[in-house]
């Protein structure tokens, strides 16, 4: 009995193992990485539900509330696991401003390889590129969009030229008639 458990145990972390290893492998391509970035997170400038029906149909990993983010500044937040990345969904109350980060795993995929990905997909304009903190280059750039307002991508990366994070948000034009339920 014990060695059809040792067995069974072995073969699920050689499986594990394996599965890990591809999702590695998808994560280290800037291409995937840039692709699963832009559909799930401009999903969410249309509707935060979207990245919650993608989550439930791939069955993401749900993690728990942080619970740093103050409530007064946010509603809906969502966060989850997947293939490496972190992905995360809130309203920033102030404008009603829907929010979405997909960040890779940490010095995989590197800023150039991913910018040129995500560029050759979307058109991207210079918002500012801000150079000033000690560990992280934060570059804004816009995607033009409908009339609902502006989608502003945020990349940051590392001064080794390492993607720590791609976060989307929509810049609205007019106030909201009503903030969403909380």
Request: hydrophobic share 45%.
């Amino acid at each position: 009995m014990c060695k059809i458990i040792d067995l069974v145990l072995t073969a699920t972390i050689a499986l594990a193992a394996s599965t890990s290893a591809q999702s590695a492998a998808l994560l280290a391509d800037p291409k995937s990485a840039a692709e699963f970035a832009l559909k799930t997170c401009l999903a969410a400038m249309d509707d935060l539900a979207k990245v919650e029906a993608m989550a439930r149909e791939n069955n993401w990993l749900t993690l728990p509330p942080n619970p740093a983010v103050n409530p007064k500044f946010t509603v809906s937040k969502s966060r989850w696991r997947v293939n490496g990345f972190f992905v995360s969904t809130w309203i920033w109350v102030n404008g009603n401003s829907r929010h979405c980060v997909a960040d890779p795993p940490p010095k995989i995929i590197t800023r150039d390889e991913f910018f040129n990905a995500i560029s050759a997909s979307v058109e991207l304009k210079v918002v500012s590129d801000d150079k000033t903190l000690p560990e992280l280059r934060i570059e804004t750039y816009e995607i033009s969009s409908d009339e609902q307002g502006k989608v502003h991508p945020n990349l940051a990366s590392t001064r080794d030229g390492a993607v720590s994070g791609v976060m989307f948000y929509r810049v609205s034009t007019s106030e909201p008639a009503a903030l969403p339920d909380r």
